[in-house]
């Protein structure tokens, strides 16, 4: 039906029709409804996502942890230290077997875990420099991973193509076993190395701020930053601000913001810079404790040291290209020295095999030629009646090997 209204000067003015009108709103409402609708089954789903990993992390929390136990025949060569202190000297032949030449691949039965990080043949370029030239590698589940290389070598540029906050001009980036998603991002805990939180807001309201923006439950995180305050011993200062704090104590709640969501992937570039060793060992713990709980942890940082105490594998990138990669304690036994370190009773005569030698003080570091086997050494100071307090193979530390690969 048509209606039509007369103004007062006589002019007729035409209506749409009512009936065309009310259909139109009733189409505008329901797929406003139909928008709302989903958008909150979407976080919903989410959410329970977040609840159902806090649960599973409070799980393998309280479960109870298995002290590992290692043998010799299981240690890396760089372990390899023989205590052989009050034996008698009838029995001292049977001592040799340990020690057989072993490469640290062929002492473990590896178990093959799950993959969490798989980067294929990454590169990228800014102005026509290449500052990531074919980079690839892959990072287990519960590994800590260290990225080391000197500065501008690459490193936090691939860090950055990682979490997606730089794209790679080609290669491939594979997390949790798919594409680099939206939602794969919550999975992710990233400490970069230039520190910011928002100075105005107290520590308590910047743990729980962070952790809901990666979808985690409020009341959960709220639970969940009191736990790590007080594991930090820093539950009395929940209340303060960022700004009141000191440059160490704001580090420390920065890296408690990286992990208060309960990430599966850690990503930390540089997180003992500026800490004393107090602050640092409690760093460490942490990250080892998150380790045993199964996570991944990429830790890229210049302190070698941190770097040999806490990884299990490393890459190495120099002017963006990979020049070492692979399980530590391989790589370490790749670039030993052809020596042993010898403590014992008495002195120790000519030995076969044995090309030099030299003086460390309380022990002497034996030469060997390019044919003996370090068993071979022992068996000698056996049959010769000395007692030896230390037989160690010489491996030099990652400090040493990064000097001498950046030197290639």
């Keep these: 039906m048509m209606l039509e209204v007369y103004s007062a000067n006589g002019y007729q003015v035409k209506v749409l029709r009512i009936m065309d009108t009310i259909f139109i709103i009733i189409v505008v409402i329901a797929i406003v409804i139909a928008i709302t609708m989903r958008l909150t089954l979407r976080s919903f789903r989410q959410r329970q996502a977040g609840r159902e990993r806090d649960e599973a ?32 000297k009838a029995s001292r032949s049977v001592s040799t077997s340990p020690i057989a030449e072993v490469t640290p691949s062929e002492s473990k039965s590896e178990v093959k875990k799950e993959v969490q990080v798989e980067i294929s043949h990454i590169n990228k370029s800014f102005g026509g420099n290449m500052v990531v030239q074919d980079v690839s590698f892959t990072i287990e589940a519960g590994e800590v991973f260290g990225l080391v290389g000197p500065n501008g070598a ?28 939206e939602e794969t991002k919550n999975r992710i805990g990233y400490l970069p190395e230039e520190r910011g939180l928002y100075r105005k807001m107290r520590v308590s309201d910047s743990l729980v701020y962070l952790a809901s923006l990666k979808n985690m439950d ?52 540089e997180p003992f810079a500026g800490l004393d060793p107090v602050n640092r060992q409690l760093l460490k713990d942490i990250v080892m404790e998150l380790r ?13 040291n941190e770097v040999e105490e806490m990884c299990d594998r490393i890459l190495m990138i120099d002017k963006g290209r990979v020049v070492l990669y692979g399980n530590l304690a391989e790589i370490k036994w790749r670039f030993r020295n052809n020596s042993v370190f010898v403590e014992c009773d008495g002195a120790i005569g000519e030995l076969k095999g044995v090309s030099g030698r030299k003086e460390h003080g309380k022990y002497v570091e034996l030469f060997l030629d390019g044919e003996t086997p370090p068993q071979k050494i022992l068996s000698q100071l056996v049959e010769s009646n000395i007692q030896v307090d230390r037989f160690e193979v010489s491996t030099p530390s990652l400090n040493e090997i990064f000097l001498q690969v950046m030197k290639r």
């Design 292 to 304: 045993s709980h199964g996570k991944t942890v990429i830790l890229s940082t210049h302190m070698m």
């Design 154 to 181: 690459g490193k936090t540029t691939t860090i950055r193509m990682l979490m997606d906050i730089i794209k790679a001009d080609s290669g491939e980036i594979r997390l949790f076993g798919q594409p680099l998603e």
């Design 57 to 88: 992390w409070k799980r393998d929390e309280e479960a109870p942890s298995l002290e590992k136990t290692t043998t010799m025949a299981e240690g890396t060569p760089s372990e390899m230290e023989v205590q052989i202190k009050g034996v008698e």
């Design 218 to 269: 409020t009341s959960v995180a709220k639970e969940r930053a009191e736990e790590l305050l007080i594991q930090v011993d820093m539950l009395t200062h929940k209340g303060k601000k960022i700004s009141e704090l000191s440059r160490g104590m704001g580090q420390i709640i920065q890296f408690l913001v990286t992990i208060t969501h309960n990430p599966d992937l850690i990503i930390l570039d």
